[in-house]
């Protein structure tokens, strides 16, 4: 009874540190609707992932372009699917739907 | 599609003393025609007609539609699809308020014409990763002629310019503003399709379609930031052995250009949410032998147009969101009529101001009611324009409401759409004069369609 009040305090703490902004979250989220990402551009850590989330009523086609302009293809994503990549090194990444080529943004893993 | 004009020809055939009568066919043989949007873009990408376009057909564009064409017409959902190869045709019925002075056509009333308008054949999409096309070969069933129509061939990429991404390109095409992003420039604007066989105005500049499939060329474009627009391109005549082969008539007698044809675009863009804004320029200037005739001089043409877009999307996460479109432009033309002058005594130097506005709501992407008023005013010259007191001046509305029953991303038919239309042009002034001017008014029913092979 008496650790209580602390260990709401510890509690808290964690929860107000998962709560802050971070521009290195572990994870995040982009989501696309009206056909745009919801940021241009965005500042992850290596190893960290973003979750694509399709919030349009039509199919998208992900591809992830590193600087030397290779591109890993997420595939197909139907309406409501939400694709998960894992950005593993540093770099700066173009992300481009291949079906909307007015979908862009920028990931920058450092 | 096709938007072979009359203007040059009319202009020489009006000098050279033909009768109204023949003139009046001619303008309804050469009337400007549209292009529409094209199954095998929706083949390529996966994607339903109404992520591209207004009203689930086109050719109104969304921003998507936009951004596919700047993009060299090479966005795909990465499957093989074959050839992109496409098809669309239409029907017609039209009604006048008054019985033409002669048939409207050959083989055809001198009202209440039923008429299978056009019978198109398209290439539309990606020839390799960098380079697409939309190429058409149309029968046009009012002139029973088979000939090439509008065609764009690009290549596009993308790279960063001061700091910002930009896309830019290189276009090769046979119809100045073909190769333009937007609706409100005269190859892509409202109406999408216009009766063949109703009586339209004498008078047109030249960038609003008295070039189409008659020229060739090309330039480069660019789009910095998704906010600056940039084009240039270059085109020149085709000689009438050309245009005798890629069917386009008639071909003896038609005016000529002389030299180098230069044409211009500038436009800035901007999204705002569910608001978008555009605001732009273009022009085109070009010297011009009338009836081919060489006598020394020419005649020069300058154009200088502004244009704006307004687009509001209800729902941007739907793309079968209701939408408001608005498009205008001014079109100013400057002339120096020395070839005309010294044939026909025309007046040496003319002016002629074309404005047009639209404006559409389309509910669900299927019902589009549309409403555009039009003008265009002119020089008046007894010894130029064919009317009675020489004064080309024309006004008045466009009232259409189009249906498109497919097209969305729940449609069962993916491999075509078909768009029925109901159209009314109602004239206040045609061809300089006001009393009797509804004479020319005309009911267009019409059904579209088109499918992919």
Redesign the interface.
Known sequence: MRSTPLLLAANLAVCLALAAPDAHAASATIDQ???VFSQKSIEIAPGETLTFAN?????H?ISVFNEDDDAT?LG?QK?GVSLVHVFDKAGRFKVRC?????M?MVVNVK | MAAILPGLLLRARLRHGASRVALLLLVLILRPSQAIAIPSFAQQ????CA?CHVGAFGPQLK??GR??K??GYT????HPHGLPIATTGYVSFTHTDAAQPAPAAVHFAVNDNFAIDQLSLYYGGRITNSVGAFAQVTYDGVAHQLQIDNTDVRYAH?TDFLGQ?T?YGFTANNNPTVSDLWNSTPVWGFPYNSSALAPTPLAASLIDGGLGQRVAGGGGYAMWN?LVYVEADLYRGLGYDVLDATGIVPVTGTDKTRGLIPYWRLALQRDFGRHYVEVGTYGITASVLPGGIDVGPSDRFTDFAFDANYQF?VN?????SDIVSAHATWIHEDASLGASQFLSGALKSHRLDTARADVSYSFFATITPTLQYFQTSATNDVAYWATPDGRPDSSGFIAEVAYVPWGK?DSFISWGNVRFAVQYVDYTRFDGYTHDASANNALYFSIWAAAHF
């Open positions: 609707s009206g056909q919030h349009d009523d039509v199919t086609n293809d197909l309406p291949s079906i909307h080529p007015g862009k | 990408t996966g994607q339903p992520a921003q998507y951004d596919f700047l993009n966005a795909g959902d990465g993308d991404d896309v998704d999307n941007a996460k739907s793309v079968i991303p």
